[in-house]
T-cell receptor, first 114, second 111 residues
Framework: EAGVAQSPRYKIIEKRQSVAFWCNPI?????LYWYQQILGQGPKLLIQ????????DSQLPKDRFSAERLKGVDSTLKIQPAKLEDSAVYLC????????????FGQGTRLTVV | GQNIDQPTEMTATEGAIVQINCTYQ??????LFWYQQHAGEAPTFLSY????GLEEKGRFSSFLSRSKGYSYLLLKELQMKDSASYLC????????????FGKGTKLSVKP
């Protein structure tokens, strides 16, 4: 079974630039999550999708972050414009159902904002 | 609100046993997860406890006490490859919960 795929693996941008990350969840998984993991900390949920609908985006900085999952499969996370404090690993995860089951994580995209 | 505490770092010797503790405060309990994360890699699922007691899975065991808001991960016969961060996480939002993660415990296994 293929795992959660993310790209790119690494990205370096200057502050105020834009960046986008892509995620392809495990086939058949209805729930998709984007997490932000700052160095030395645990992952922090940014947004959760159930199929193509947003379930929870309460911790997403909506002035600069946006995410979509148009066809209920792939998802993209965008930052526009980036700030220095956005430097982190952005993890995508998927699970078959909401809550109570394990989430499977992708390798993440390491973003460095300079 | 939700709050999760775990030690920042631990060191243990190859072949030994180590216990990583996690205390949590959450409104509405829906189980507790442990994940392992090697440096630069994705977190991988280790265990899920929803009832009190000890669950054993090979060299790894996880314990939960809901009344005390406490869990621990027990690693036996430590191997060098067990050097990683161990993340405690609890769902929030009722049965539809997303995961709130602790900051993780970085375990270093020495020869």
């Amino acid at each position: 079974e293929a795992g959660v795929a993310q790209s790119p693996r690494y990205k370096i941008i200057e502050k105020r630039q834009s960046v986008a990350f892509w995620c392809n969840p495990i086939s058949g998984h209805a729930t998709l999550y984007w997490y932000q993991q700052i160095l030395g900390q645990g992952p922090k949920l940014l947004i959760q999708f159930q199929n193509n609908g947003v379930v929870d985006d309460s911790q997403l900085p909506k002035d600069r972050f946006s995410a979509e999952r148009l066809k209920g499969v792939d998802s993209t996370l965008k930052i526009q414009p980036a700030k220095l404090e956005d430097s982190a690993v952005y993890l995508c995860a998927s699970s078959p159902t909401r809550g109570g089951t394990e989430a499977f994580f992708g390798q993440g995209t390491r973003l460095t904002v300079v | 609100g939700q709050n999760i505490d775990q030690p920042t770092e631990m060191t243990a010797t190859e072949g030994a046993i180590v216990q990583i503790n996690c205390t949590y405060q959450t409104s509405g309990f829906n189980g507790l997860f442990w994940y392992q994360q090697h440096a630069g890699e994705a977190p991988t699922f280790l265990s899920y406890n929803v009832l009190d007691g000890l669950e054993e899975k090979g060299r790894f065991s996880s314990f939960l006490s809901r009344s005390k808001g406490y869990s621990y991960l027990l690693l036996k016969e430590l191997q060098m490859k067990d050097s990683a961060s161990y993340l405690c996480a609890v769902p929030y939002g009722g049965s539809q919960g997303n995961l709130i993660f602790g900051k993780g415990t970085k375990l270093s296994v020495k020869p």
